[in-house]
């Protein structure tokens, strides 16, 4: 009982000075911003709460989404007691022993138990297994989560167990949401376009959004004045990278658009020098590298091809690596991309296809239709479709669009690089030569 008092006074104290993200973690359904698609009213997981009828599941979905949170709701809604491991520090010890718990409190009180494992797919295969009976049994019901592919990195056998349960990212809206939420729980005004700057930051994630207004909260708290202070994009960027930079220097968004630009512009030194610059600034690295990633199609495309793959190696690597050392890795990246024969016709195909696939609905022509059921011939799909690799070529030049739009050309290669080569490839077919041996 007195352990009770003393963690319930503990909760108590949190709830008013606790991190921000703490004090506006949900305690109802309603509270939650997103995943409307598993816990709006008759969504799946919700009417499972309400009807009493939770098994085991896992939560599978980015960071900062409300995995945690959703796992503490569906447990007090389910009126079952709550007991979380990590899977980062717990071992076939803490599992057993949470098992065993579970079990007493079955047997001598009737209370259920839900059995919180966070990234669960850290567990190793025997920590997976020594879960497997409870279970399967439900002396516990395992709500798991992790942000990895569960089809890859959890035992067939457990997952055969439990309910796949997709967490989207927050969208905009929710995380607007969020965002007036926390200004108005720290007494500050947070302006539409701040607030924006925030969102855009911080990718989809609830917690990062919320321990970054936290900080730029209090920055802006200690400048005093009005009674609620405003939030600048000042104090947001103090917020994310711990430097408060001086409002005649160079903002932080002028260093990403300059890192960009110098990339753009074939200047491998330039790019280094940015990239460090933000980077000492306390810049994200996951940020950068998603930039470089998206640079490698939007300003090379086909004139190197392998720079989108380089790049998305160098994003790997930060993740996998981590700073200091992932510098080497986003070195290498900036260098090659920068000294990258330029394209944009990737850039220009895309916004070309969008604009016609916009387009009211256009049928898809009967000779590219699925021919493989029954009936299918007499209504004339499939029929006439040509293999092209029956074709000694390996093309052949047939209707692939819509017929209104057979003749629209979105990709137009350019005169850098490897796309001449592909362009004459492409110029080759049309005057029903053969490929050339090299393309």
Not at 397 to 422: F, K, M, N, S, V
């Given at each position: 009982m007195t352990d009770d008092l003393f963690a319930a006074k503990a909760a108590e104290r949190l709830a008013a000075k606790g991190p921000l993200a703490s004090r506006l973690r949900p305690k109802k359904f309603s509270d939650v911003v997103g995943q409307d698609h598993l816990i709006g009213v008759g969504a799946p997981l919700r009417v499972l709460v309400e009807q009493q009828r939770v098994t085991s599941g896992i939560l599978w979905g980015p960071p900062g989404t409300g995995k945690t949170t959703l796992a503490r709701l569906i447990a007090t809604h389910s009126h079952m007691v709550f007991e979380s491991l990590s899977a980062v520090t717990a071992g076939v010890k803490d599992v057993r022993d949470a098992i065993d718990r579970a079990s007493l409190r079955l047997g001598e009180r009737g209370e259920r138990t839900i059995l919180f494992v966070d990234e669960v797919h850290r567990f190793s295969k025997s920590q997976q297994d020594a879960l497997l009976p409870a279970v399967e049994d439900g002396t516990v019901v395992l709500l798991g989560a992790t942000t990895e592919n569960p089809f890859f990195e959890i035992n067939a056998p457990l997952l055969s167990r439990a309910t796949l349960w997709r967490v989207a990212p927050l969208d905009t809206v929710a995380l607007e949401l969020l965002a007036d939420r926390g200004a108005a729980e720290e007494g500050v005004e947070l302006p539409i376009a701040v607030r924006a700057r925030l969102i855009e930051q911080v990718d989809g994630d609830a917690r990062a959004l919320l321990t970054t207004l936290e900080v730029a909260a209090s920055l802006a708290s200690a400048r005093g004045g009005d009674p609620r202070p405003f939030v600048s994009e000042q104090d947001l960027l103090a917020a994310r990278s711990g430097v408060l930079l001086n409002r005649s220097s160079d903002t932080h968004y002028d260093q990403v658009s300059a890192f960009i630009k110098s990339i753009r512009g074939s200047d491998p030194d330039a790019g280094l020098y940015w990239m460090l610059r933000l980077l000492n600034a306390g810049e994200d690295p996951v940020f950068l590298a998603r930039r470089l990633v998206i640079l490698a199609s939007e300003d090379i495309g086909m004139a190197d091809p392998m720079s989108l793959v380089l790049a998305s190696a160098a994003a790997d690597a930060v993740r996998l690596v981590g700073l200091p050392e992932a510098k080497l890795n986003m070195a290498q990246a900036v260098i090659h991309l920068a000294l990258a024969p330029k394209s944009n016709s990737v850039t220009v195909a895309l916004g070309l296809a969008e604009r016609d696939a916009a387009l009211p609905r256009m049928d898809v022509p009967a000779?590219?239709?699925?021919?493989?059921?029954?009936?299918?011939?007499?209504?004339?799909?499939?029929?006439?479709?040509?293999?092209?690799?029956?074709?000694?070529?390996?093309?052949?030049?047939?209707?692939?669009?819509?017929?209104?739009?057979?003749?629209?050309?979105?990709?137009?290669?350019?005169?850098?690089?490897?796309?001449?080569?592909?362009?004459?490839?492409?110029?080759?077919?049309?005057?029903?030569?053969?490929?050339?041996?090299?393309?």
């Open positions: 000779h590219l239709r699925d021919g493989h059921y029954g009936g299918a011939k007499v209504l004339g799909h499939g029929v006439d479709y040509r293999y092209p690799h029956e074709d000694p070529r390996g093309w052949v030049d047939q209707q692939y669009r819509p017929e209104d739009l057979d003749a629209h050309e979105y990709y137009r290669a350019l005169a850098h690089g490897a796309e001449p080569q592909r362009s004459a490839w492409r110029a080759s077919r049309r005057d029903e030569g053969l490929p050339s041996e090299d393309a």
